[in-house]
């Protein structure tokens, strides 16, 4: 099997999980308390991972910039778990990629082709489909 399949569908299993654990735990605990705890073992399991690997622990002012700016993006999305139902929250919030290739678009310049706008035309119509 090719890798980024298998590890595309490990990552869409594991967040599908994180994201019961994560409602479950802004239920039972303060939403940002849960997501303190959340993050600080994401952290130290990407801290093991560096350690077992050869990973480069050098880290540029830009570099550690952007990783901080998307820990707080991803901090800000969890606490949204806790705010609505679990069902309407993660469907949309799995549309991230709907983001960045807007994104891509609008900031990075990438080219606007048929196929990319029929790609996000459609996800936009499954998340009127998934909501309904």
Do not use: K
């Amino acid at each position: 099997m090719y890798s980024g399949i298998l590890f595309g569908l490990i990552t869409m299993t594991s967040w599908g999980i994180w994201i019961i654990f994560g409602n479950g735990a802004s239920q039972s605990i303060d939403p940002r308390t849960a997501a303190a705890i959340t993050y600080l073992v994401a952290g130290l399991l990407a801290l093991g991972s560096i350690v077992v690997s050869d990973a480069s622990i050098a880290v540029t002012a830009r570099g550690g910039l952007l990783a901080s700016a998307a820990g707080s993006f991803a901090g800000i999305g969890h606490i949204g778990f806790s705010q609505a139902s679990t069902t309407l929250v993660s469907t949309l919030g799995a549309m991230y990629f709907v983001v960045a290739a807007v994104l891509g678009i609008v900031v990075l310049g990438d080219e606007v082709t048929i196929t990319r706008f029929a790609g996000i035309a459609f996800a936009c119509l499954s998340i009127v489909l998934l909501t309904r």
